[in-house]
């Protein structure tokens, strides 16, 4: 297993990164032409709705959380999904790896190209080592957490070791995981891998979460560029899916 850093991106760099073809793929409208997700949430203006379209889109809203797709579409929700290698006797740890992605058939293939598994990996780290008070957020998970490593995603499971990955003006831009080592003595199997995912999930759809993204994504180069203006955007899809009731179901 080969673990690396993701680097940072210059200004140019961010915005060939956007380009990914697996989000083009999804994010097209019914006539094949692409639409820019982006640009919507960052620069549209808020819509004022009437109290009927308002009751209605919360009806609406309410109905959809209860399921990870809309039926007869192929697309899904982005959700936070958990794969854990079975316990065995010789090993001293849980392992489970977290991807954020939107295909149940095979997620790794979409994976949300916005919110990063680097980016994860390095605000929840600071959260779990720097400030106290989050301490319980992390509910006992904060060595764990503040641990957690990446993993480059192979481009084929069971074909040769080559990571999946997007070449822009003669860069490799590979795609990665998370993945957390829990100790065994930190409690039974099940019970402890259940209380781990579900931890996760209040953690990144945490104020705290949101608020370190955003002083993260104004530190990086050209603040992030446009995958950082929509990651400070309280409202744009990434933190609306993350926040909604479906994103409790997660995994196997």
Known sequence: MVIKKEKILSDDESKDESKDTDEKSSNTNDDGKNI??????????????????????????????????????????YTPKFYTMKETSAA???????????DNQDPMKQLNIWLKATYIHDVLKYLATSDRDTKQLFNGFEKVIAAGELTEVRLNANGSNTCCANTSNGFIYKQYINYYLIPKDMGPFKQTITKFKDTMVDLLKSDEFFSMMVVYQDKRNNHGSKPGQLLKDPNSAVWTQLKAPNNKIHGS
């Open 92 to 102: 001293n740890y849980y392992l489970v790896e977290m991807e954020f992605s939107n």
């Open 36 to 77: 820019s997700i982006i640009d919507k949430q960052v620069t549209s203006k808020p819509v004022a709705y009437d109290d009927v379209k308002k009751k209605l889109m919360e009806k609406y809203s309410e109905m959809v959380s209860n399921k990870n797709t809309f039926e007869g579409t192929q697309r899904s929700w």
